[in-house]
Nanobody, 119 residues
């Protein structure tokens, strides 16, 4: 019914930048919030950043001042990642809280995109 399609991951050197994007497709009435989570091998999946439909944002302390989350339309979210560090290496997952035809507050995940920060 709803799919989140991510792009922009890859290999980058420390100090470099990447821009992740995620677009939601499907029978969506509205999107309450979209965000990015990340999961490194052997670690839990943690929140990186989230943005609500009203534009409020929240960031993990580890990325404040380096990452910026934004939306350019109702169904697309971006994560601009600057000054990347090796510890940012993880699979990054897009997440959306969606009001759909069948229900409110449905939570969807993208399949993830790998970000590797290494020399």
């Amino acid at each position: 019914q709803v799919q989140l399609v991510e792009s922009g991951g890859g290999l980058v050197q420390p100090g470099g930048s990447l821009r992740l994007s995620c677009t939601a497709f499907g029978s969506i009435y509205s999107i309450n919030a979209m965000g990015w989570y990340r999961q490194a091998p052997g670690k839990q999946r943690d929140l990186v950043a989230v943005i609500t439909s009203g534009g409020s944002t929240n960031y993990a302390d580890s990325v404040k001042g380096r990452f910026t989350i934004s939306r350019d339309n109702a169904k697309t979210v971006y994560l601009q990642m600057n000054s990347l560090k090796p510890e940012d290496t993880a699979v990054y997952y897009c997440n959306a809280d969606v009001d759909a035809v069948i229900a409110r507050g449905l939570n969807y995940w993208g399949r993830g995109t790998q970000v590797t920060v290494s020399s």
